[in-house]
């Protein structure tokens, strides 16, 4: 079901992925026989309502959890993951939690300033380095966020719903950035979202998850030019086009339990 | 929307395009721009703001003990005046011996409160690190904490006489389980998020604990060292009036000594240092743990 261009270097494997939760008392499918492939430097929105089991892909992809069945292969890349909320440790300042980074991914201690300011100056915090992490405002401190999952120069970058609890100018602002350093950094990004607008958005391509069992239902690719923007028409028509899909599904879906 | 415009389409798209154009500057002002930062430093406004309060409850405090003396409610050689006791204070200060007792019993909370620290500290990593410890031990920690430590006393004794070591043996009893409580209830409330985050950044193991967990658990461990210091400060002036040692002057000897001797003034003098002493380090506990919380942008607690 995977349409990757012909002759694309693949950067992320998964085949038939799935995760249980299981106790004493009940069995949950959180995800069911999930594939999906992803082409080095494409950008990739995973979309659905919750309880789909996008997060769940999402953590099984960065290492966080096993699958119960199937397999994850990042082909050697290095991982690098974005949550809702930016989680800076709040005992660091910016500039601590970069280097703190840079220490786990063993640059030698040399290097850090550079490093720090080098990527400081990419997410437009050029002179944030010494506030503390409750200082910034949500926007900034998803920056830093950023900053530091660049800093161990990760080839995937995993984004789980990371502008959803920001208002919608820091959102707009947000999404060009991230296209901005995607295209300059020929990252590979699998970003999860239940806004359809936002994944009509940024990704080259969108993948449709649905719930109870979660699982990959569709695909569609998104062939718009960039930069793009959220008020775009040609988004708009695509995002229209996404929610119909994504209502057709949950038609068969309800049938299919009927 | 468009007839909300009071300007004509093309020069909105000017100022639209001036503005993206200008975007890094307008940045940090967009609608959730952080908040602004609370003034710091010492002011003498400040400083008056937060002392009144406690000297006009001092003096409240005062007054009403003068109101006592002046009814003649008691013979004043059994509560004597403000004044006097006062008096005995300033005098303290040129005798040699109340120094003496002053050294003794704050080198003892030191050394007592030290043990407790690396011992609380030990046995909180070690209870959080380890599942069958936890279920071993977690609950005797909480049980020692609400035992008096005043009624470890006779056993102390017994175990080493009346030495410096029944005194310290009891004080590590009483301060120990705070630190280790808070240490564990520190630990456990990492938030798991901080923990995932770290995990993806690549901490494992020690570098995860050294780098992650202990740093997020600091303001918890404060807040239990501060209440350590407590049960410390309390142990200790128990441990004093009980165990006597010949020869080693304390507060707590002098305690005893002014009672035997009726000097009431003396006595209320020596309350009053060790009310002060124990108020002062309490400060300094909060004080502590005010900057820690202030660093990672929590409020200040009063425990």
């Not at chain 1, 958005?201 to 239902?217: A, F, T, Y």
């Not at chain 2, 909480?142 to 430590?149: A, E, I, K, N, Y």
Request: contains cysteine; aromatic residues 6%.
């Amino acid at each position: 079901m995977t349409t990757l261009a012909p002759g694309a270097t693949v950067a992320l494997s998964v085949r038939d992925a799935s995760k249980v939760f299981a106790d004493s008392t009940a069995r949950t499918v959180a995800l069911s026989e999930a594939q999906l492939e992803v082409a080095q430097g494409e950008f990739v929105c995973l979309l659905g309502r919750s309880g789909c089991g996008k997060s769940t892909l999402l953590a099984m992809i960065a290492g966080l959890s096993k699958p119960s069945a199937g397999t994850i292969d990042t082909h050697g890349h290095r991982v690098g993951m974005m949550f809702q909320d930016a989680n800076l440790f709040p005992w660091l300042t910016v500039r601590g939690n970069i280097e703190m980074a840079l220490r786990l991914s063993g640059v030698p201690k040399a290097k850090w300033p550079g490093r720090v300011a080098e990527l400081l100056e990419m997410v437009q915090l050029p002179h944030a380095g010494d506030k503390r992490p409750h200082q910034l405002s949500g926007g900034m401190r998803q920056r830093v966020a950023l900053a530091r999952a660049l800093a161990q120069e990760c080839r995937i970058l995993l984004m789980d719903e990371p502008f959803g609890a920001l208002d919608a100018l820091t959102r707009d602002a947000l999404h060009e950035e991230i296209e901005r350093v995607w295209q300059e950094r020929e990252l590979t990004i699998v970003f999860v979202t239940h806004n359809v607008r936002e994944a009509a958005r940024l990704g080259d391509r969108v993948v449709v998850m649905s719930p109870s069992p979660g699982r990959i239902v569709d695909e569609v690719v998104i062939d718009l030019p960039r930069p793009r923007r959220m008020e775009d028409s040609a988004v708009a028509h695509q995002s229209g086009r996404l929610h119909e899909l994504m209502d057709l599904h949950d038609t068969v879906a309800g049938r299919q339990e009927a | 929307m468009t007839t909300s415009l009071t300007r004509p389409a093309d020069e909105l798209d000017t100022a639209v395009a001036a503005l993206r154009s200008d975007r890094l500057d307008t940045r940090p002002v967009r609608s959730d721009a952080p908040a602004p930062e609370e003034p710091r430093g010492i002011t003498p406004r400040r400083v008056w703001a937060r002392l009144w309060p406690a000297l006009l409850a001092t003096g409240l405090v005062v007054g009403l003990w003068q109101v006592v003396f002046l009814s003649g409610w008691k013979p004043d050689y059994v509560l004597p005046s403000p004044g006097e006791v006062g008096g005995q204070l300033v005098a303290f200060l040129g005798e040699p011996k109340f120094w003496q007792a002053l050294g003794n019993t704050l080198v003892r909370a030191l050394i007592g409160f030290t043990l407790a620290l690396v011992i609380g500290t030990t046995v909180g990593i070690a209870v959080s690190a380890s599942r069958v410890l936890r279920s071993a031990i977690g609950s005797m920690l909480t049980g020692l904490q609400t035992m008096p430590s005043i009624a470890w006393f006779p056993f102390a004794i017994l175990l080493f006489g009346l030495t410096e070591n029944a005194i310290t043996f009891v004080v590590v009893l009483g301060a120990a389980p705070s630190i280790a409580n808070g240490l564990i209830s520190g630990i456990d409330e990492v938030p798991p998020p901080l923990l995932r985050t770290a995990t993806v950044l690549g901490a494992r193991g020690f570098t995860l604990y050294r780098h992650v967990v202990l740093p997020a658990a600091l303001p918890t461990y404060v807040a239990g060292l501060k209440q350590g210091w407590a049960f410390a400060w309390r142990s200790l002036m128990a441990g004093e009036l009980l165990v006597i040692i010949a020869s080693k002057p304390s507060l707590g000897v002098q305690l005893q000594f002014y009672r035997e001797f009726a000097n009431a003034p003396a006595l209320l003098a020596t309350m009053i240092v060790v009310l002060v002493l124990g108020m002062v380090c309490d400060a300094l506990f909060s004080k502590l743990s005010d900057v820690v919380r202030r660093n990672r942008g929590l409020g200040a607690i009063r425990l």
